[in-house]
């Protein structure tokens, strides 16, 4: 969903949701293969994928818990846990999801 704010006589706001909606995903070429983590850390991936590309944002292979804890610990920002807790850009290429849904 995208978010934009538009100014109403009188200094009210209202906020306008545009949401997209993407293609159906198809998972099942993974149909039997329940249970096993690593099958269900790819369907994961692949929907955490989808809405990446839907609403613009950037794919970021860091758990939310992860850069809370470093930023309590190290009083550092968001930006700045994660850009020291991603991996290197050549070892994030080979990591990132590529959508096999459709």
Known sequence: MVYRKRKLPFGKKITRVTVRIGEPLDFSRYEGMSGDR?????ITDEIM??????????????YGATVKKSMDATGASAPDVVARLQPPPDEAADRAPTSLAG
């Open 38 to 42: 690593f099958v269900e850390r790819s």
């Open 49 to 62: 994928y989808e809405i990446m590309t839907l609403s613009g944002q950037e794919y970021v292979d860091v």
